[in-house]
């Protein structure tokens, strides 16, 4: 059964619609590129069809994409010369598209031809919008749900079918930039004003048959004699400053890490200066380098295909009914219980949010009312959104309040005896039936567990700050959780919108036990006499959003010395980081606590914005006349993080690999590029990531002691997605 049919009504003008089979959007696929080739030539040949209109069988949306997996595959499809095999492959899918778009037209006098448009009747993103602007009009429903854009970038991709050379021609390099490299989408109005479509219509099927039928000149600027570039081709001398600052634009905000983006500015580059034809030759050749970097390939898998998988409910305890929570108590309405009681609301859930005092309940909420104020603002919600969001709420003081909820979110101080206080007074008052979680980043789950009546019923709930933008939650089982409170934890994240990991009980769960090493590696080196900013330009270029000296100014050095003194009296002798707590205890001595305190790893001036690094720092610390060489201090920094995930996963702790990658990326911004830690141990290969460890632990210590897993793995020749992944043969 095709995904494409068509018809033609009395006036001539063929409707091609676009229905994918088994979706609730349309995804494209080689089948469907086949047979929409196919009714092209029938709507070109037939002299009784005056042209075309383009549209979707799809209530509110044309297309989300390109189906991601089998772009995920297409290097193993394309046999034994992949290169080969990928770039013949875009090609013929480049010759469909030229052929929507010129037409039937004389290729000498461009005279002929039949205008095929396109009609949206809602979101077009990827291939769903490259197909459109292959079209000589695009029109689209006033849908303000509705998003148009090209975020392929965004899965470490880019517009690959002529999207990208098409932009370009279309609204010039600078017009175009911020839709190919930052991915930004837009609603049909902002599309409009930008220059992506062209008309917006209430019946846009009509509005392009009228226009079909109206003999429109339909030769693209592109196409015609004397066509010059909107801002300037690379060399008229407008053009070459524009390209010098994308140049710089794109090196500052990737630092080299992402292979896409870098691709992506060459494909504009090169193909600018030559004909349009050649140019779409340019791109599907950088495309296909891109394709073939493992890069890509680890993205789409982490970023779309697993956390699609995730969200989906993929870990989810299968035998366990529905559990959507009706109403949830959100148990201390400081900044995090604030955030869950926001994101709780705006989820259509009735909140219970409760604290100490009037005062902080009503604090709390107010949190809620300046997020939808500031939507308002951004034409991004209205008055009569925010009066709803905020009837969800109830601000109170009374644990009576309570009764009724179906879930608890305990969001108190971070104190076992308050904790277990505050979980018998709920007890008391909610159903037996009531799942209690804890918010907590490091306390045991089980050990919290112990005030509950009900342990099977005790989950914890691991929020990120600031909760409202982080995507991940991690979920955390302790040693009696029973599969009803995994499977309401997780349905509850789904409701909230966000991406879900399921992990073990263990000292400092997952993203923690990653993440303070990657810190505590940047502040030894510091001990060391290795120079700051080479710690933190090698992080960032590393592709990791902030070095960890930025990192702890930011979650603050006292903070940090609270989880060293709690993991020091828990660990006794066998305490591995005294070189960095006395780094760490100095700063916090110094009153230097962070940008909290406008005074940290980094200087800030009177206002809070950070400047260069702290040039206290090298009195304390003087810096060694001979530096370490930039792959070392990377090495170092990257093996601090990504030895833990592979213990993480021999404890148990992880127990599906595919939330380690998507919890890593998600949670603290492990270098994306990579897919994750496990993905970038794939792709360096395990034999050399344990030859790497052995050369490390030798020069630093035990930290880098090569785990057992990787080191079998490494003698098998084994890769993790090889060996873990669900569809993967048992080892």
């Known amino acids: 059964m095709s995904d494409f049919s068509m018809n033609i009504d009395a006036d001539g003008v063929a409707t091609i619609v676009w229905d994918t089979v088994g979706k609730s959007m349309n995804v494209m696929n080689q089948q469907g590129f086949d047979d929409l080739d196919a009714l092209i030539d029938q709507v070109l040949a037939d002299d009784a069809i005056k042209g075309a209109v383009l549209t979707s069988g799809k209530p509110g949306s044309f297309a989300g994409g390109m189906d991601l997996n089998i772009i995920s595959k297409m290097k193993e499809m394309a046999g034994d ?20 778009e010129r037409a039937g037209m004389d290729p000498k006098t461009n005279k002929g031809g039949k205008p095929i448009a396109a009609a949206l009747p809602g979101t077009a993103l ?71 479509i062209d008309e917006i219509a209430d019946d846009p099927v009509a509005a392009a048959k009228e226009w079909v039928l109206s003999e429109p000149k339909i030769v693209k600027p592109w196409d015609e004699k004397g066509y010059k570039m909107p801002g300037g081709a690379p060399y008229h001398p407008a053009g070459f400053m524009t390209y010098v600052g994308a140049s710089a634009m794109v090196n500052g905000k990737t630092q080299g890490a992402f292979p896409a983006a870098k691709a992506l500015l060459s494909a504009v580059y090169e193909g600018a200066l030559v004909p349009f034809d050649t140019a779409i030759k340019i791109e599907a050749r950088w495309f296909t380098n891109v394709l073939m970097n493992p890069s890509s390939s680890a993205m789409i898998r982490s970023l779309f295909i697993n956390k699609e998988a995730l969200e989906k409910g993929a870990v989810r305890p299968a035998e366990v009914s529905d559990q959507s929570v009706r109403k949830v108590g959100v148990l201390g309405a400081g900044m995090m219980g604030a955030g869950i009681a926001l994101v709780s609301a705006l989820a259509g859930i009735e909140v219970v949010l409760l604290d100490q005092s009037q005062e902080a309940a009503d604090k709390g909420k107010d949190y809620t009312a300046t997020y939808m104020d500031k939507g308002i603002a951004r034409k991004k919600a209205t008055p009569e959104k925010k009066e709803a969001v905020l009837a ?102 789904r409701q909230i919108k966000k991406t879900p990991i399921v992990v073990n009980d263990a000292r400092f769960f997952y993203a923690n036990r990653c993440i303070i090493p990657y810190i505590n590696e940047g502040i030894r080196m510091v001990a060391e006499g290795v120079q700051p900013a080479l710690i933190e330009n090698a992080a960032k270029q590393l592709g990791m959003p902030l070095g960890p000296l930025q990192l702890v100014d930011e979650t ?145 210590g035990a930290r880098f002691a090569t785990p057992a897993l990787l080191r079998e793995m490494a003698d098998k020749g084994q890769s993790f997605y090889g060996r873990f992944s669900p569809a993967a043969p048992a080892a």
């Open 392 to 493: 969800q709420i109830t601000a109170t003081t009374d644990y009576n309040a309570l009764a009724g909820c179906d879930l608890i979110v305990e969001a108190v101080f971070e104190d076992v005896a308050i904790k277990a206080e505050v979980t018998k007074k709920v007890e008391a008052i909610v159903d037996a039936e009531c799942i209690f979680a804890t918010n907590t980043s490091t306390l045991p789950i089980s050990e919290l567990a112990k005030a509950s009546a009900r342990p099977e019923q005790f989950i914890g709930i691991h929020f990120f700050s600031p909760v409202d933008k982080m995507l991940l939650v991690e979920i955390i089982k302790g040693a009696q959780t029973g599969d009803r409170a995994t499977a309401k934890a997780l349905d509850f994240v």
């Open 126 to 196: 990827g291939i769903g919008f490259e197909l459109p602007l292959a079209c000589h009009r695009i029109f689209a429903a006033p849908n303000p749900k509705a998003k148009i854009g090209l975020p392929e970038i965004m899965v470490g991709i880019f517009p690959g079918m002529g999207g990208t050379t098409r932009l370009v021609r279309k609204m010039g390099a600078m017009g175009a930039s911020p839709f190919l490299l930052e991915g930004k989408l837009s609603d049909p109005a902002r599309a409009k004003a930008a220059g992506l």
């Open 81 to 100: 010369a992949p290169a080969r095999g990928l770039m013949d492959g875009l090609m013929a899918t480049h010759a469909i598209l030229r052929k929507i």
């Open 556 to 700: 603050s050095v006292d903070l940090g010395v609270k989880i060293a003194k709690a993991t020091k009296a828990a660990m006794g002798d066998a305490y591995p980081d005294g070189a960095v707590d006395d780094v760490l205890f100095w700063m916090a001595d110094e009153g230097r606590l962070g940008r909290k305190a406008n005074a940290g790893f980094y200087a800030y001036d009177d206002k809070g914005k950070r400047g260069l690094l702290w040039d206290g720092l090298a009195a304390k610390y003087p810096t060694s006349d001979a530096q370490p060489d930039i792959i070392e201090v990377q090495h170092r920094l990257m093996f601090a993080q990504t030895l833990e995930a592979v213990r993480a996963l021999e404890d148990g702790v992880l127990m599906d690999i595919r939330e380690g990658d998507v919890g890593a990326i998600l949670g603290w911004g492990f270098a994306p590029w990579s897919g994750g830690p496990l993905s970038w141990l794939d792709i360096i290969g395990a034999p050399y990531a344990a030859e790497r460890c052995d050369a490390l632990s030798e020069k630093f």
